[in-house]
């Protein structure tokens, strides 16, 4: 009865460190992410838009249900989650403005990634805060030009929602 004890034991120890082992860390998932948002951005694929605010067309993904239009900010939930784009009219494509107000927060204990892109007509960031108030969760934000979009999330669910914050971010458009 010991042995066979002992042996669970020790399968379910071997079960443990592998399934450890296999999951990805922060900074592997955070330079998935960035590949990603990348791609994406760097693309000369449009993103077709799917829905109507007052201004503009936007993608909208299927999983997203809008809740508010407000000046220039809406808001988009998908299940529980808030996520919060924000389209300041007056900054151009390749505009830094948002960017360098994060690059000046930067020097926080809770910063944890900050990244850039740009093509010829564009500059896009990319920007993760870990959250104090919320164990294992992080503040996203990311943007090109005086377009950004903003979430709370886990690293779990990191790659799939910058996917999905970029694709409306490019596609913007104004009526």
């Not at 592997?28 to 994406?40: C, G, M, P, S, T």
């Not at 564009?122 to 950004?148: P, T």
Request: charge should be negative; proline fraction near 2%; include cysteine.
């Amino acid at each position: 009865m010991i042995n066979k004890k002992l042996a669970l034991s020790v399968v379910g120890l071997v079960l443990i460190a592998f399934l450890a082992g296999c999951s990805k860390s922060e900074s592997e998932i955070l330079d998935e992410a960035d590949r990603q948002l990348k791609e994406i951005f760097l693309s000369s694929e449009t993103i077709e838009t799917n829905f109507e605010l007052t201004n503009m067309h936007i993608y909208k993904p299927d999983s997203f249900e809008f809740s508010e239009e407000r000046d220039n900010n809406i808001i988009f939930y998908e299940d529980e989650q808030p996520f919060l784009l924000f389209i300041n009219e007056f900054e151009e494509p390749n505009s830094k403005w948002y960017y360098n107000e994060l690059e000046s927060a930067q020097n926080e204990d809770n910063h944890v990634h900050l990244k850039t892109f740009e093509s010829e007509e564009e500059f896009a960031y990319f920007n993760v805060v870990e959250r104090e108030d919320e164990e294992d969760h992080y503040e996203v934000q990311l943007g090109i030009g005086g377009i950004k979009i903003a979430t709370i999330t886990t690293l779990d669910q990191l790659q799939h929602d910058v996917e999905e914050m970029i694709k409306i971010v490019k596609s913007v458009e104004e009526k």
